[in-house]
């Protein structure tokens, strides 16, 4: 059971390049969560989704893209990056009734954008 | 809407030593709280959680947060830090019901010395 998993671990763009993070979890879990964490600003959310096939905005979600195909992934896309989306990306799950079901956290995607 | 205060970014303190993490929150409806705690280079994993009942929660390694509701607060507290306590900490707060979504506190980073 490797619980949520992130690709790639790190990576560095160019401005205007794009690429897709991909989150895969084995624990059949119906909600999947994007944040970026930024120094002294802690977790935002970027997008989230509530089942396969869904997906929705969150607190900041311009500059990215998502898809939820399977159930099992939830990918984040840039589709031109800028040096103000250097972050760590975070994925996360949850069973159903967030809040009462905690979230499982992966190990993050360190990105830079020069 | 529901927002999170950690006015402490950084707290050091020697090793056997209590320490105590503060966090404030605030909302016009009833939520749930969480403290999540981050090792260096990890994903962020699930310390406790207050839901409903008893405004005591513990948790597995000596770490215990009091829901205060006329204080709208949930500090975290440790009678006798280790060096292995050493993380970043962040405080979180769920609407009890109609949302997915987290609010995360700014994160307070415990660096425990010898």
């Known amino acids: 059971n490797a619980g949520v998993t992130q690709t790639p671990k790190f990576r560095v763009l160019k401005t205007g390049q794009s690429m897709t993070l991909l989150c895969a979890q084995d624990m059949n879990h119906e909600y999947m969560y994007w944040y970026r964490q930024d120094p002294g600003m802690g977790l935002r959310l970027i997008h989230y989704?509530?089942?396969?096939?869904?997906?929705a905005k969150g607190e900041v979600p311009d500059g990215y893209n998502v898809s939820r195909l399977k159930k099992q992934n939830f990918l984040l896309g840039l589709e031109s990056a800028a040096p103000s989306q250097t972050s760590v990306y975070f994925c996360?799950?949850?069973?159903?009734?967030?809040?009462?079901?905690?979230?499982?956290f992966g190990p993050g995607t360190r990105l830079t954008v020069l | 809407a529901q927002s999170v205060t950690q006015l402490d970014s950084q707290v050091p303190v020697f090793e056997e030593a209590p320490v105590e993490l503060r966090c404030n929150y605030s909302?016009?409806?009833?939520?749930?709280l969480f403290w999540y705690v981050q090792y260096p280079n990890q994903g962020l994993q699930l310390l406790l959680k207050?839901?409903?009942?008893?405004?005591l929660v513990e948790s597995i390694n000596g770490f215990e947060a009091e829901f205060n509701k006329s204080q709208t607060s949930f500090h975290l507290r440790k009678p006798s830090v280790h060096i292995s306590d050493t993380a970043e900490y962040f405080c979180?707060?769920?609407?009890?019901?109609?949302?997915?979504?987290?609010?995360f506190g700014t994160g307070t980073r415990l660096k425990v010395l010898a």
């Open positions: 989704s509530v089942g396969e096939g869904t997906t």
């Open positions: 996360a799950s949850s069973y159903e009734l967030p809040g009462i079901n905690e979230q499982f």
């Open positions: 909302s016009s409806v009833s939520v749930y």
């Open positions: 979180a707060v769920i609407a009890n019901s109609g949302t997915y979504k987290y609010i």
């Open positions: 207050y839901l409903s009942g008893s405004t």
